[in-house]
Nanobody, 115 residues
């Protein structure tokens, strides 16, 4: 069973930055797709950013120009660089990876943006 371990969440003031990381316990097989989802208080879980294939990225309109998703060369770790954070970015951030056709989720990491 593959486990995804997330880190990097925390409390930050509006306008600040955070960098989230997610590493898979399985290192023998590369993830073909990686993504970060987020769930704000009282909201549905939504896609924030994804990276697939040769490095094709996709971002939710709300985070374009502020967030950047990347992955390491082993395709087992992904990062989400979040800049110019806003109050509405507050929520639990989950990483997801597709490894050998199976979708795996991390446990989530809390991001709280204060005014």
């Amino acid at each position: 069973q593959v486990q995804l371990v997330e880190s990097g969440g925390g409390l930050v003031q509006a306008g600040g930055s955070l960098r989230l990381s997610c590493t898979a316990s399985e290192t023998n097989f590369a993830a073909v797709a990686m993504a970060w989802y987020r769930q704000g208080p009282g909201k549905e879980r939504e896609l924030a950013a994804s990276i697939v294939g040769g490095g094709i990225t996709n971002y939710a309109d709300a985070v374009k120009g502020r967030f950047s998703i990347s992955r390491d060369k082993t395709y087992t770790t992904t990062h989400l660089q979040m800049n110019n954070l806003k109050l509405e970015d507050t929520g639990v951030y989950f990483c997801k990876m597709v490894i050998r056709g199976t979708h795996y989720w991390g446990q989530g990491t809390q991001v709280t943006v204060s005014s």
